[in-house]
């Protein structure tokens, strides 16, 4: 999938609320605490299509239509984009949301209440306007280094 496509996708998206957990989409970030962690674009649409489905399972259909533009990706693919939204699962204690499996299924976020102001539903035509990317400064956390539990 494009960078520049997910950039646009989720420059249009407004900063929701999980538990004490900050996420801006349009800016790659999630903040909680004093902590502010980057998350890479693939990872953010992931977590922000669980998240406005407000508690609804979310099949992995719906996630490649979503997340991927509808491409044909491996299971292994999306299991690893959910891996990261798990990492950030386990940012603060305690933890923000419950990224759950369901078996053959999909996935779903509990736990939290999304809340944001002017909340749009997620559609596969978001955003269609160019915006230039901000590069983040090595200041910022970056989600790929942080412990994974297997």
Known sequence: MSDAF???????????ALG???VSPSTGRVSVDDQEIRVEA?????????????GATVTRDELVALCWQGRIVSDDAIARAIAKVRRLERVTEPAPFTLETVPKIGYRLL???????????????WATRDRKSTRLNSSHTDISRMPSSA
């Open 111 to 125: 736990g939290a209440s999304a809340s944001t102001q002017g909340r749009r539903r997620i559609a596969p035509a």
């Open 20 to 22: 004490p957990m900050t």
């Open 42 to 54: 693939l990872t953010l649409a992931v977590l922000v299509a669980l998240a406005q489905a407000e």
């Open 6 to 16: 997910l950039g646009r996708r989720l420059a249009g998206q407004p900063d929701f």
